[in-house]
C-alpha cells in the first residue's frame, strides 16, 4: 500500500497528520497498525470511529505476540473491548496465555467482554468516594486530589469507562463545593511531599544507624524500585517484553518450576581476572539481595573460560570480598564444571545447522560490517570434523573458530562461541584446547543452574538476543536477562588495565592501595561492609548508569562508623606540654567513655600525667579572632579529666620555633567554664598515621576532553601524606589489622596490615564531617 493510502488510512483512526507520519517512520508499528485497521474496516463495514481507532492503535502499539492481532482486533471491531481497561487486560492475558488454543470463556470472563456498566452504578460509586473524604474535600476543595476519588471508583468499577468517571466526579465535586473561588486557584502547599521526603530520609538514616545491611529486606526494598518491581515470578518468563517464546517453552517452564520449587535464583558471575570495585558492590548487592528478598538462592559462578588472564589469588580475592560485604553464596561454580555440557551443546548446534567453524582472523572481524565469512555455509558433516579436530589440537591459535548464526543487537553477525588456546586450565590441567566463549556460556550456564534472572549491565544489552536465541536454537530452559545501570565514582578509575598501569608506575602501592576504589583498597582504608552495602542501598537499581560523588559513600561510611567505631585521643603533630602543678604525685588514670552518646557501651583507661601533647595547631601565641584554644590568658579544658589548663610559658629552640609549653591546671568546676575542650594524650604510644586525599585531581581523569594528557598526568601528589612519629593513646596497643577507631576531633582511623609488634600503622578512614571544598 503507498505511503499516501497509508496517511489516509491512519488519519481516519482518528491519528493527526503529524502522528500518523511518524507512525509510518517505524516499519513495524505501522504494518501491524494497517493490518489491525483493515480488518476492522471489513468488520465494521463504514469508517471507524475514534474511540476505536484509538483502542487499534494502542493494540498495534502494545502487542508483542502478532499471532494474536487478528483475534483481538475482531473483539475491538465488534465492540466486545470497548475500554482502554479491556484492552489492557486483554493485552495482558494473551501475554500470560502464549499456547494455542486460547480459552474464549475464560478470555472474555478476564477482560469484561458482555458487563455493563450503568450510569447509576458510577454515580453511586463516586459518591461513596466522595462521601468517605468528605471532610478533606470541605477543607481543600479544589485543591483536593480529584485522581483519588476517580481511583476509588475505578476500584470497584473494574471495567468503567474512565472518562464518564471523570465527568461523575467533576459533576458531583462541582456540586458539592460550587464553582471555583479565586483561592482555589493557588497552588497546593507542598508539605506532604516535605514531610514525604523528610520521613523517607529519617527512614534511610534509621536504617543506617541500626547497622541493616542491603541484604536485608527493608533496606533491599527500599533499593529495588523502578524497573526491578516489575520482575517477573519464576515461571512467568513469558510475562517480561522481548521474551523469545517457541513451541517448547510453555514444557521447559514447568519442568523448571518443578526442579526450583518456584523459587528465585540469580547468580553473581565475575571473571577471576582482576579484583572487584565498587561496581561490583552494587552488581553482588542487587544479586544477592534480590534472592534474599524473595526467599531465593545466588549462586557465586566464576567465568574462568580464558586461562590466559585468570588467577588463583583473583578466585580467592573475589571469594573474600563476596564474604566481607556479608554475602554467602548458595554454592560456588565454575563454568568450566559444565565444559563437557557446553562441548556436547555446541556439536548439537552444528547438527541443527546453527553453527560452523570459520578460518577468518581476529583483525577480519572487527569493524562495525565486517563481510560475512566465506565458510558460513559449509556442509555440517565437514563442520563436525572440524570443530572435533580443533578439540584434538589440530589448528594452531587463532586458524579456526565455531562462529554462530545469528545477527546480534548491535549488528555482530555470527559471534565466536569456541576459539583455540594452548594454555592450560587452572582448573582442567590440558584436557581442553578450545575453550567457550563468554556470548556461547553465559546464558548456557545461567539455563544449566536454572536461574530465574540473570542481572547484568547496560553493556550486556546487546547480547540479550544470543542469550535468547542460544537456549532456544538448543531447546533448553531460558531464563531472562534484565540489564542494569553500572555505578561509576567520579575522581576514579576502576578498569584492571588502568589500574595495572597505577602500580607500574608507582602511583599506587597495589590493588589495595587505599587510594583506589576496589574492594580490596576500600577494605585496606578501613570503610565497612555495612557502609559499602547502604550506599548501594540508597544509589539503588536503575536503568541509566549511576556516577556518584565519593563523599555520598564517605557520608555512608562515617554514619556506621559513628555507632561501631571506639573512641580514642591521637595527635599528628604533637607539642610538648608540661604541667608544673600537676594535681598527684604520679600519674591519673582516667575513665574515658568508648562512645560518648551512649556510654552503657563501655570506658576504656587512658594515663594523665604531668607531661602531656596536645595538637600543635589547638596553641597559638598570636591568635587570630575567634581562635577558642589555648593562647595567653586563654585556658582550654582537656578532655575527659575534669582538669583546664592555662599558659604560663612558652619554650623556644633556637630557631624560634615553639619547642615545648609549661602550664598550671585547676578542676574544670573550680572557675569559669573555658571556650574549648581539646584532645591530648600522656605516656602515648608511637604510630605512623596516613592521611588519604583523592587519587586524582579532575572529576573525570579518564575523560580526554576534562584532561587532555590523560589519567596518568591528573595524580594529585598529595593524594598521600604519612605521619611518621604520631602520638597514640595505649588504649590502641592490642589492636589488630582492620580495626576502627575514631580519634577524637580528627576522623576515623583503620589498622593497616603493615602494622607489626611495637609500630601500629593507621590509615585515616573519613574525616569526622564532610569536607566543604568536595562538591
Known amino acids: 500500500m503507498a505511503a499516501l493510502d497509508s496517511l489516509s488510512l491512519f488519519t481516519g483512526l482518528g491519528l493527526s497528520e503529524q502522528k500518523a507520519r511518524e507512525t509510518l517512520k517505524n516499519q513495524t508499528l505501522s504494518s501491524q497498525l494497517r493490518e489491525a485497521a483493515t480488518q476492522a474496516q471489513q468488520t465494521l463495514g463504514s469508517t471507524i470511529d475514534k474511540a476505536t481507532g484509538t483502542l487499534l492503535y494502542g493494540l498495534a502499539s502494545r502487542l508483542r505476540d502478532t499471532r494474536r492481532l487478528s483475534f483481538l482486533v475482531s473483539y475491538i471491531a465488534s465492540k466486545k473491548i470497548h475500554t482502554e481497561p479491556q484492552l489492557s487486560a486483554a493485552l495482558e492475558y494473551v501475554r500470560s496465555h502464549p499456547l494455542d488454543p486460547i480459552d474464549t470463556a475464560d478470555f472474555e470472563q478476564e477482560c469484561g467482554v458482555g458487563v455493563t456498566v450503568t450510569p447509576e452504578q458510577i454515580e453511586e460509586a463516586v459518591e461513596a468516594a466522595i462521601n468517605k473524604h468528605r471532610p478533606q474535600l470541605l477543607v481543600e476543595r479544589y485543591r483536593f486530589n480529584m485522581g483519588l476519588l476517580m481511583g476509588e471508583a475505578r476500584a470497584v468499577l473494574k471495567w468503567a469507562d474512565g472518562k464518564m468517571i471523570k465527568n461523575e466526579v467533576d459533576m458531583q465535586v462541582l456540586h458539592l463545593l460550587g464553582p471555583k473561588m479565586e483561592a482555589d486557584l493557588e497552588k497546593k502547599p507542598k508539605v506532604a511531599k516535605a514531610r514525604l521526603e523528610e520521613t523517607d530520609r529519617r527512614t534511610a538514616k ?447 629552640g633556637p630557631s624560634g620555633c615553639v619547642e615545648s609549653l609549661e602550664v598550671t591546671c585547676r578542676r574544670a568546676d573550680a572557675g569559669e567554664k573555658p571556650k574549648a575542650f581539646i584532645h591530648w594524650v600522656s605516656q602515648p604510644l608511637t604510630c605512623e598515621v596516613r592521611l588519604y586525599e583523592r587519587l586524582f585531581q579532575h572529576k573525570n581523569p579518564e575523560d580526554p576532553t576534562e584532561v587532555p594528557g590523560g589519567f596518568l598526568s591528573d595524580l594529585n601528589p598529595a593524594s598521600l601524606r604519612v605521619v611518621e612519629a604520631a602520638l597514640v593513646d595505649c588504649s590502641v596497643a592490642l589492636a589488630k589489622p582492620f580495626n576502627k577507631f575514631q580519634f577524637e576531633r580528627l576522623g576515623y582511623f583503620s589498622v593497616d596490615p603493615d602494622s607489626h609488634q611495637g609500630k601500629l600503622v593507621f590509615n585515616r578512614t573519613v574525616t569526622l564531617k564532610e569536607d566543604p571544598g568536595k562538591v
Open 206 to 652: 534509621d536504617m543506617i544507624e541500626n547497622g541493616e545491611t542491603a541484604d536485608q529486606t527493608l533496606s533491599l526494598m527500599e533499593q529495588l524500585r523502578g524497573e526491578a518491581l516489575k520482575f517477573h515470578k519464576p515461571g512467568e518468563n513469558y510475562k517480561t517484553p522481548g521474551y523469545v517464546m517457541t513451541p517448547h517453552t510453555m514444557n521447559l517452564l514447568k519442568q523448571h518450576l518443578e526442579i526450583t520449587g518456584g523459587q528465585v535464583r540469580t547468580r553473581f558471575p565475575p571473571e577471576p581476572n582482576g579484583i572487584l570495585h565498587i561496581g561490583h558492590a552494587k552488581a553482588i548487592s542487587f544479586n544477592f539481595g534480590y534472592a534474599k528478598a524473595n526467599n531465593g538462592i545466588c549462586f557465586l559462578r566464576f567465568d574462568d573460560t580464558n586461562p590466559e588472564k585468570e588467577e588463583a589469588k583473583f578466585f580467592t580475592a573475589i571469594y573474600d570480598m563476596v564474604a566481607w560485604l556479608g554475602y554467602t553464596p548458595y554454592r560456588v561454580t565454575y563454568a568450566s564444571d559444565y565444559f563437557d555440557q557446553l562441548y556436547a551443546w555446541a556439536v548439537e548446534l552444528i547438527r541443527r545447522g546453527l553453527a560452523y567453524v570459520c578460518h577468518q582472523r581476529g583483525e577480519d572481524l572487527k569493524g562495525h560490517n565486517p563481510l560475512p565469512s566465506p565458510w558460513r555455509d559449509r556442509p555440517m558433516e565437514e563442520s563436525l570434523l572440524l570443530f572435533e579436530a580443533m578439540r584434538k589440537g589440530k589448528f594452531s591459535e587463532g586458524e579456526a573458530t565455531l562462529r554462530m548464526k545469528l545477527l546480534m543487537e548491535d549488528g555482530k553477525m555470527d559471534p565466536v562461541a569456541y576459539r583455540v588456546k594452548y594454555t592450560p586450565h587452572h582448573r582442567t590441567g590440558d584436557k581442553w584446547c578450545i575453550y567457550p566463549t563468554y556470548d556461547y556460556t553465559h546464558c548456557l550456564c545461567d539455563s544449566i543452574e536454572h536461574i530465574t534472572h540473570s542481572l547484568c549491565t547496560k553493556e550486556f544489552q546487546a547480547r540479550r538476543s544470543s542469550y535468547f536465541w542460544l537456549c532456544n536454537a538448543l531447546d533448553v530452559y531460558c531464563p531472562v536477562q534484565w540489564e542494569y545501570g553500572r555505578l561509576n565514582l567520579h575522581y576514579a578509575v576502576v578498569s584492571k588495565r588502568k589500574i595495572l598501569q597505577l602500580v607500574a608506575t608507582g602511583a599506587v602501592r597495589d590493588w589495595d592501595d587505599p587510594r583506589l576504589f576496589t574492594l580490596t583498597a576500600l577494605r585496606r582504608r578501613g570503610f565497612p561492609p555495612e557502609g559499602i552495602n547502604n550506599f548501594c542501598a540508597r544509589v539503588g537499581v536503575t536503568v541509566a548508569q549511576t556516577t556518584m560523588e565519593p563523599h555520598l559513600l564517605e557520608a555512608c561510611v562515617r554514619d556506621v562508623l559513628n555507632d561501631t567505631a571506639p573512641r580514642a585521643m591521637a595527635v599528628l603533630e604533637s607539642l610538648r606540654v608540661t604541667i608544673t602543678n600537676f594535681p598527684a604525685a604520679k600519674s591519673l588514670d582516667i575513665q574515658v567513655p568508648n562512645f560518648p552518646a551512649d556510654e552503657t557501651k563501655g570506658f576504656h583507661q587512658v594515663p594523665f600525667a604531668p607531661i602531656v601533647f596536645i595538637e600543635r595547631t589547638d596553641f597559638k601565641e598570636e591568635p587570630e579572632p575567634g581562635f577558642k584554644r589555648l593562647a595567653w590568658g586563654q585556658p582550654v579544658g582537656l578532655r575527659h579529666t575534669g582538669y583546664v589548663i592555662e599558659l604560663q610559658r612558652v619554650i623556644k
